[in-house]
DNA sequence: ATGAGTGCAAATAGTTTGCAAGCTG
DNA sequence: CAGCTTGCAAACTATTTGCACTCAT
């Protein structure tokens, strides 16, 4: 599940399996994706991929198409937009998200099966499900003047 | 925690000790809300509350003001959008939520404590979390023509 | 009468869609 | 050369903001 060398063979692999052709912005794209070692933005890949005149649509089209195949997982952020991670289609896990700066951890730790089940006896089919924690990381924290500090 | 009799009581009273104006507008979208068994979006509440002629910034404003003195729970769909519940602020929980018709059912269920826990070791603050579960409700699964019932 | 609530109009942000042209396998 | 990919422009959707006016306490 760590991106050992295998990582991006099984992911190009995937790919070359599928439908969809390998362009030279594609390539690019999913380089960027392979190399962040964080879930990002559309906009912020298009800049890590150097591509900053492709337009945001072509990013967001790749993006679609890379979650089709599996190798894609979506971050919703807790006000609007969201971040993109590559992912082998197994490595289903979720994330703790700085609210400010975007920052995630991976988060191992998972109640999709209990989750599905329960919904399963509430007669819901095709069940996915949505975790993801949200906080201030260390470096985003306001700086206070030691309020509780007694000593200065 | 359930809807008894003291539920209104109780939610007119965290309105009435706060700065918020109580007006026949917000008394007609609050009723609706508790009369509602369900988590509604902005525009039904408008419906619901008889207010058609009303700007629906207005019951956003409304729900923004409940939420801030928290009765309210904002339970965020799949795609976009979220809907709105009014819960007394200590009754926490998630949702089953069909992503069909919006039909939710309750999961009493959280692990709040445990990712809080968690998410405070790796230095964040300020922590929340988010929990949903997306499926098909019974009446919403496609139709089909029996195929693994042999028998027709 | 002070500050909260309301309506109108317009903006926002992230993402999606239509269509014509360009490229890949 | 079929059909996937790209770019441009425009749409979309749920929600938010500014401002002037009205109303509750």
């Known amino acids: 599940m760590k991106r050992d060398n295998g990582f991006l063979k099984r992911i190009l ?8 052709r390998m362009t030279q912005k594609r390539e690019r794209l999913l380089d960027a994706l392979v190399a962040s070692d964080r879930p990002i933005s559309a906009a912020v890949l298009r800049d890590k991929a150097g591509l900053p005149d492709s337009d945001l649509v072509t990013v967001y089209r790749t993006l679609e198409a890379f979650e089709r195949v599996g190798i894609i997982q979506r ?5 609007s937009g969201c ?3 590559v992912t082998e289609p197994e490595d289903h896990h979720h994330h ?5 700066c975007h920052r995630t951890e991976r988060l191992d730790f998972c109640l999709g099966k209990e989750l599905e089940e329960r919904a399963k006896k509430l007669g819901f089919t095709e069940v996915t499900h949505l975790m993801e ?5 260390e470096d985003c924290q306001p700086v206070h003047e030691s309020v509780d500090c007694v000593g200065g």
Chains 1, 2 share one sequence.
């Open 83 to 85: 971040l993109f991670e």
């Open 96 to 100: 703790f998200v700085c609210r400010e």
């Open 133 to 137: 924690v949200y906080g201030l990381c």
């Open 75 to 79: 971050i919703p952020l807790e006000e």
């Open 13 to 20: 692999y995937t790919i070359e399996s599928s439908p969809l």
